[in-house]
Nanobody, 118 residues
Framework: VQLQASGGGLVQAGGSLRVSCEAS????????MGWFRQAPGKEREFVGN????????AYADSVKGRFTISRDSGKRTAYLEMNFLKVEDTGLYYC????????????WGQGTLVTVSS
């Protein structure tokens, strides 16, 4: 599975941005797609995920109510819609795929930079 993330950019606090992650290769084997982020000087943290078939989502408390994850299985693409962005949301955002039969996220996109200015 190969993942290509896109859509990052610069946005003012309170604004919105959507990032996308397109899967190729053995995309049919994806069980769930996760989003993670890494702020400067900090460790990577979980943002949320979505069941590839079920569409069920889960979010970190820090983004709950502001971020929405969706997917278009036909386009093999997952989306992270970010609203009411805060300066502390700044970071590199990564998508990751968990394949069926695996025990963790094994495939990672290259990361897309989201910068929120005050």
């Amino acid at each position: 599975v190969q993942l290509q993330a896109s859509g990052g950019g610069l946005v003012q606090a309170g604004g919105s941005l959507r990032v996308s992650c397109e899967a190729s290769g053995r995309a049919f084997s994806i069980l769930r797609m996760g989003w993670f982020r890494q702020a400067p000087g900090k460790e990577r943290e979980f943002v949320g995920n979505i069941g590839w078939v079920s569409g069920l989502t889960a979010y970190a408390d820090s983004v709950k109510g502001r971020f929405t994850i969706s997917r278009d299985s036909g386009k093999r693409t997952a989306y992270l819609e970010m609203n009411f962005l805060k300066v502390e949301d700044t970071g590199l955002y990564y998508c990751a795929a968990w394949q069926a039969g695996r025990s963790r996220y094994e495939h990672w996109g290259q990361g897309t930079l989201v910068t929120v200015s005050s």
